[in-house]
């Protein structure tokens, strides 16, 4: 059982797709993001991505923590992203 999570787990590689279009999220910041990043997100967070596909912006908010939750508890022991 404990194989096959961790098998599960580093080939779901979470955090490192969109939700919407399934494509690669690279690194970027918000001086590159400039007016794209609403004022009160721009002042708590300091990691963003954008979606290679269409460009929609990711960042560590609630909805991360309620998925690394979800995630710790389906693969204990992995802090995801």
Not at 9 to 21: I, K, M
Request: proline share 7%; net charge positive; aromatic share 12%.
């Amino acid at each position: 059982m404990g194989t096959t999570i961790l098998r599960f787990y580093a080939e779901l590689a979470p955090f490192g797709r969109c939700t919407v279009c399934n494509a690669p999220l690279e690194p970027t910041s918000v001086e590159v993001l400039g007016d794209a990043v609403p004022p009160g997100v721009r002042l708590r967070q300091e990691a963003f991505w954008r979606c290679t596909g269409f460009g929609h912006i990711y960042w560590k908010g609630s909805h991360w923590r309620a998925m690394q939750r979800h995630i710790a508890q389906l693969c204990p022991g992995h802090v995801a992203g």
